[in-house]
């Protein structure tokens, strides 16, 4: 069965600096990783989806890395703002099967 | 483009009512389709997932059914609701194959 972890569970921060989300997952025969951000009481908004065979991808300010063989991959948020304070998802994909970690909660301080 | 609709947003339900939630997508055909639950502080669970018209797969034993009428339709349902089914309960797709899911707005659901 498949476990997917996130660390830390929370994490604050000033405006400005750049935020950097774990998650790991224990089986490594993956199809592919997705990381979402949910704002409370909303669904869950797609930030960026890696395929089993690449290594990173890219959007904006957020950059995602994946190691399968290691079972990790990190989500890093440059030059934090205040609106980039959500729950961010990270999601591993088995056959037909998203599993996910329980997300980090993050907080931007103005 | 791809949509996904699902409702209600809120709902407040008495134990041992019955219950209905339905998701619908646009834009798309034979999406793989799922129903997830997010408990209080809690990641998301998987509960069914259906690869089409009147396949329905679950994951956990519960109190819970779900059925898929349309290709693009998904229902969750109950006979009788326990203050367990509580919770915040979103739909999502997926085209077959390795590629990105995509969620519904969620429903809270609250028995009481």
């Known amino acids: 069965k498949q476990e997917v972890t996130q660390i830390p569970a929370a994490l604050s921060v000033p405006e400005g600096e750049n935020l950097v989300l774990n998650c790991s997952f224990t089986?490594?025969?993956?199809?592919?990783l997705q990381w979402f951000r949910q704002d409370p009481g909303k669904g869950l908004t797609s930030l960026l989806l890696?395929?089993?065979?690449?290594r990173e991808q890219t959007s904006g300010r957020l950059n995602a890395s994946l190691d399968k063989s290691s079972g990790r991959s990190t989500l890093y948020i440059a030059a934090s703002q205040p609106g980039d304070s959500a729950t961010y998802l990270c999601a591993v994909r088995n056959d037909y099967k998203l599993s996910f970690g329980a997300g980090t909660t993050v907080t931007v301080r103005a | 483009s791809q949509t996904i609709h699902q409702w209600p947003a809120t709902l407040v339900q008495p134990v041992g009512s019955p219950l209905s939630l339905e998701c619908t997508v646009e834009g798309t055909s034979n999406p793989n389709l799922y129903w997830y639950r997010q408990a209080a502080g809690r990641g998301l669970q998987l509960l069914f997932y259906s690869v089409g018209i009147g396949q329905i797969s679950s994951e956990v034993p519960q109190n819970l059914s779900a059925s898929r009428p349309q290709d693009r339709q998904f229902i969750l349902s109950s006979k009788k609701l326990l203050l367990s089914d509580s919770g915040f309960y979103l739909c999502?797709?997926?085209?077959?194959?390795?590629?990105?899911?995509?969620f519904g707005q969620g429903t809270r659901l609250t028995v009481v």
């Open positions: 890696i395929q089993s065979s690449q």
């Open positions: 999502a797709w997926s085209v077959r194959g390795a590629t990105e899911a995509f």
């Open positions: 089986d490594s025969a993956i199809y592919n």
